[in-house]
């Protein structure tokens, strides 16, 4: 039987709606939208495009955007000055820059220099703490948009095999502390890792976040596994245009998977929607309309 669909696409557009309700509720009790500063340097047309997305979405909800946008010739003082600003702005409840920076530029010193209260892409250390000691905090947005899609289907977690393939702080990581912390028993796979075919088909739950062009092929998938896919490359068909691939061979997988995020429309409308909800998470906390991080 081919695989359920995982409509990451439809999931985010009714959290957003939800979220959208809400904002206009908690800006009359108040008085001030909540706010968030996306911070972008030099010229990558992906950035760019990335930042406009994220721009759009928070004024679909009612989020106001303090975002800046620097030259490459510009100084990461001027980065870091700025930062500070922001922290101390009470209009900003969140604060993330866009990576990756142009070369010469440290991603370290800006992610430090943010408010562990406003980072929203929950990458500051603190927050990593907390997620690894299993405390509530704020949490990087790509693995909580691929919790929170497992919750929202409804797949059970608890007890089951879960294998994530790819080992980034952004990605990889933390989602395997997060199926952790929901009781799965979770194996890491990585560039390294000799038979990644052997260790794959143990799976009940895959993720794959590597940035392969279609690595995970059906011979590698248990049938009846849930298969999520972080992956986004753009690839060239034989026509000559741009095509945007997961890295799973989608159309061979759904045929034996359980269940199958695709690309586009899978995680990626949940990656940016999970930002806004932290944004709305540090609002909440700041503006004491909650007493602790969810
Ligand atoms: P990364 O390059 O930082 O990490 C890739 C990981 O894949 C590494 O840990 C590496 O060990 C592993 N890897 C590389 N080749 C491998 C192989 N042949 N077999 C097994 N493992 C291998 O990438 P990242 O930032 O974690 O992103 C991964 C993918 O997810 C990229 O395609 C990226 O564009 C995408 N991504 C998507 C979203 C989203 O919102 N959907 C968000 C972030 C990243």
């Given at each position: 039987?081919?695989?359920?669909?995982?409509?990451?696409?439809?999931?985010?557009?009714?959290?957003?709606?939800?979220?959208?309700?809400?904002?206009?509720?908690?800006?009359?009790?108040?008085?001030?939208?909540?706010?968030?500063?996306?911070?972008?340097?030099?010229?990558?047309?992906?950035?760019?495009?990335?930042?406009?997305?994220?721009?759009?979405?928070?004024?679909?909800?009612?989020?106001?955007?303090?975002?800046?946008?620097?030259?490459?010739?510009?100084?990461?003082?001027?980065?870091?000055?700025?930062?500070?600003?922001?922290?101390?702005?009470?209009?900003?409840?969140?604060?993330?820059?866009?990576?990756?920076?142009?070369?010469?530029?440290?991603?370290?010193?800006?992610?430090?220099?943010?408010?562990?209260?406003?980072?929203?892409?929950?990458?500051?250390?603190?927050?990593?703490?907390?997620?690894?000691?299993?405390?509530?905090?704020?949490r990087s947005c790509t693995p909580l948009g691929v919790m929170r899609l497992l919750q929202a289907e409804g797949i059970p977690i608890a007890g089951r095999k879960a294998v994530v393939v790819?080992?980034?702080?952004?990605?990889?990581?933390?989602?395997?502390?997060?199926?952790?912390?929901?009781?799965?028993?979770?194996?890491?796979?990585?560039?390294?890792?000799?038979?990644?075919?052997?260790?794959?088909r143990a799976a009940d739950i895959v993720v794959m976040a590597v940035g392969r062009p279609r690595l995970l092929r059906a011979d590698m998938v248990k049938p009846g596994a849930v298969v999520i896919d972080v992956g986004i490359n753009r690839i060239e068909t034989?026509?000559?245009?741009?095509?945007?691939?997961?890295?799973?061979?989608?159309?061979?997988?759904?045929?034996?998977?359980?269940?199958?995020?695709?690309?586009?429309?899978?995680?990626?409308?949940?990656?940016?929607?999970?930002?806004?909800?932290?944004?709305?998470?540090?609002?909440?906390?700041?503006?004491?309309?909650?007493?602790?991080?969810?």
């Amino acid at each position: 039987m081919p695989a359920k669909i995982l409509d990451g696409k439809a999931l985010a557009a009714r959290l957003q709606a939800e979220m959208a309700t809400q904002v206009q509720a908690w800006v009359t009790q108040v008085g001030r939208p909540p706010g968030l500063a996306v911070l972008r340097v030099g010229e990558d047309p992906a950035s760019a495009a990335y930042v406009r997305g994220k721009e759009r979405a928070c004024e679909r909800v009612g989020i106001a955007s303090f975002g800046r946008h620097f030259s490459a010739q510009d100084s990461p003082a001027h980065l870091l000055d700025t930062i500070g600003q922001l922290n101390q702005d009470e209009r900003v409840d969140g604060i993330l820059v866009q990576l990756p920076l142009p070369p010469g530029w440290d991603p370290i010193p800006p992610l430090l220099a943010i408010d562990p209260g406003k980072d929203v892409d929950g990458l500051h250390p603190l927050n990593l703490g907390r997620l690894l000691r299993g405390e509530p905090g704020l949490r990087s947005c790509t693995p909580l948009g691929v919790m929170r899609l497992l919750q929202a289907e409804g797949i059970p977690i608890a007890g089951r095999k879960a294998v994530v393939v790819g080992r980034s702080i952004l990605v990889g990581k933390p989602l395997s502390l997060m199926l952790l912390a929901a009781d799965a028993t979770v194996t890491l796979a990585h560039s390294r890792t000799p038979d990644l075919a052997e260790v794959t088909r143990a799976a009940d739950i895959v993720v794959m976040a590597v940035g392969r062009p279609r690595l995970l092929r059906a011979d590698m998938v248990k049938p009846g596994a849930v298969v999520i896919d972080v992956g986004i490359n753009r690839i060239e068909t034989p026509a000559g245009s741009e095509q945007l691939v997961g890295d799973v061979d989608y159309e061979a997988v759904k045929e034996l998977a359980a269940a199958i995020t695709p690309v586009p429309g899978g995680v990626g409308p949940m990656t940016v929607t999970m930002l806004l909800a932290n944004t709305l998470e540090s609002y909440k906390l700041r503006s004491q309309l909650s007493e602790t991080w969810v």
